[in-house]
């Protein structure tokens, strides 16, 4: 699985947009970019993933560069609760079969201030 | 989705000793893992629970100290023996449900957060 580049830590204020990057420039083809939070003292948990195009959810929105070397993990309007650790991992994902496990770098500590 | 309880949440042991990690799923599942997150740190994958076979295990990670048994597909259990304290790490299940429109991601229990002193 391709590797991927997170800043360290984030800061972000209540309410405001978070933009979290992700640099993953030796994607493969079949390869998807998934997004992952952790927050303190729980296990990790599904925020969105996508092939080459945008994606929304409930959660977040998740932006790739057309040439996929990197991408964007948008929280439109952050609250105190989305303090966490985040994820970017790229994977190949193998629909209607088993799915493999993931590899975890050390993320993004985003943390979202009054 | 799944539920996945993870048993016990939290437990202080002697150096020494060993103990049992219980994974219990509310449904069938294809895949199941189990992840250590040593104190301040990522994850790290020890190894993939087979159902029905041994565990396939990643490297640095061996049997003797981590057994692990999968008797169906909805339950795993992960065993640390002979703990020191460098084991003091949370231990996580981890699981990819079963066939169909599976989206590939997984879904992770809370954890067992493992003190030896």
């Known amino acids: 699985d391709a590797k991927t580049t997170q800043p360290t830590s984030m800061d972000c204020a209540e309410g405001r947009a978070a933009n979290l990057p992700c640099n993953h420039s030796t994607i493969s083809g079949n390869e998807y970019v998934y997004w992952y939070r952790q927050i303190h003292s729980q296990g990790p948990q599904y925020i969105i993933h996508?092939?080459?195009n945008n994606e929304t959810n409930e959660m977040a929105s998740l932006i790739i560069t057309e040439d996929r070397k990197s991408s964007t993990l948008i929280l439109p309007h952050a609250t105190l609760r989305d303090t966490a650790v985040y994820y970017c991992?790229?994977?190949?994902?193998?629909?209607?079969?088993?799915?493999?496990?993931?590899?975890f770098g050390k993320g993004t500590k985003l943390s979202v201030k009054p | 989705s799944a539920v996945i309880s993870q048993k016990p949440s939290r437990d202080i042991c002697q150096r020494g000793t060993s103990l049992t990690i219980q994974c219990q799923v509310d449904s069938q599942v294809t895949m199941m893992f189990w992840y250590r997150q040593q104190p301040g740190q990522s994850l790290t994958l020890i190894a993939t629970?087979?159902?029905?076979?041994?565990?396939?295990?990643e490297s640095g990670f061996v049997i003797d100290k981590f057994p692990i048994s999968r008797p169906n597909l909805t339950f795993s259990t992960l065993t640390v023996s002979n703990m020191s304290p460098e084991d003091s790490s949370i231990y996580l299940c981890?699981?990819?449900?079963?066939?169909?429109?599976?989206?590939?991601?997984?879904?992770f229990g809370e954890g067992s957060r493992l003190t030896v002193l």
């Open positions: 991992i790229v994977r190949v994902a193998n629909y209607g079969g088993s799915q493999g496990n993931l590899i």
């Open positions: 629970a087979n159902q029905g076979s041994e565990a396939t295990y």
């Open positions: 981890s699981v990819s449900p079963a066939g169909g429109l599976s989206t590939g991601e997984l879904f």
């Open positions: 996508g092939l080459k």
